[in-house]
């Protein structure tokens, strides 16, 4: 159920209510009785809980590739350990 944010047009108090999306918006102030006006609010964000879901899933085409350009590829020289040469 979203959150909305109302602020009384009288007494200026700002409160947050739980309501159906199909529901009505509320009209007036609990406190004294004003006019209410519904706020536009940022929302929030989705929040993917369990498995299955990572952020990574999620990254832009750009930055995947900048990503593999950083990595070195395992045939490179500076990926694997150097060790001294015996003579």
Same mark, same amino acid.
């Given at each position: 159920?979203?959150?909305?944010?109302?602020?009384?047009?009288?007494?200026?108090?700002?409160?947050?209510?739980?309501?159906?999306?199909?529901?009505?918006?509320?009209?007036?102030? =609990? @406190?004294?009785?004003?006019?209410?006006?519904?706020?536009?609010? *940022?929302? #929030?964000?989705?929040?993917? %809980?369990?498995?299955?879901?990572?952020?990574?899933?999620?990254?832009?085409?750009?930055?995947?590739? =900048? @990503?593999?350009?950083?990595?070195?590829?395992?045939?490179?020289? *500076?990926? #694997?350990?150097?060790?001294? %040469?015996?003579?």
């Amino acid at each position: 159920m979203p959150t909305y944010e109302y602020q009384c047009r009288k007494c200026k108090r700002r409160h947050e209510a739980s309501q159906s999306i199909t529901a009505r918006p509320l009209t007036t102030c =609990a @406190k004294c009785g004003g006019r209410l006006k519904r706020l536009l609010g *940022s929302g #929030s964000g989705f929040l993917f %809980k369990g498995s299955g879901f990572y952020i990574t899933d999620y990254r832009s085409k750009s930055y995947q590739d =900048a @990503k593999k350009k950083d990595q070195p590829s395992a045939g490179s020289p *500076s990926a #694997s350990p150097s060790t001294p %040469k015996k003579t």
